[in-house]
């Protein structure tokens, strides 16, 4: 069983950054699509960035484009998401996801992939 573990939230002013991080076990994740999802207070789980195995291709949510970044250290089993220009919208809790499939896309689903974190939590004040 992978198990996904994020870290690097907390409470930020809005214009501010941070980077979270998301740690897998196992010795397959270098064949594991990896994405972020968050879901606000009320709101239904959203996608917001992935990233498929050897980090050729990502893709983002449109309300992230230019502000977030995502990327992947194989060798260190992690990926990350950089958030810059943080806006209160952006508060939420953050999960990392993988997908064992080892595709050529990113898939924008939640049900498609197979391992979840435990969440972080993001707060942007106004």
């Known amino acids: 069983q992978v198990q996904l573990v994020e870290s690097g939230g907390g409470l930020v002013q809005a214009g501010g950054s941070l980077r979270l991080s998301c740690a897998a076990s196992?010795?397959?994740?270098?064949?594991?699509?990896m994405a972020w999802f968050r879901q606000a207070p009320g709101k239904e789980r959203e996608f917001v960035a992935g990233i498929i195995w050897s980090g050729d291709i990502l893709y983002y949510a449109d309300f992230v484009k230019g502000r977030f970044t995502i990327s992947r250290d194989n060798a260190r089993n992690t990926a990350y998401l950089q958030m810059n220009s943080l806006e209160p919208e952006d508060t939420a809790v953050y999960y990392c996801a993988a997908d064992r499939g080892g595709r050529t896309s990113v898939p924008m689903t939640g049900t498609t992939y197979d391992y979840w974190g435990q969440g972080t939590r993001v707060t942007v004040s106004s």
């Open positions: 196992g010795r397959a994740f270098s064949s594991y699509t």
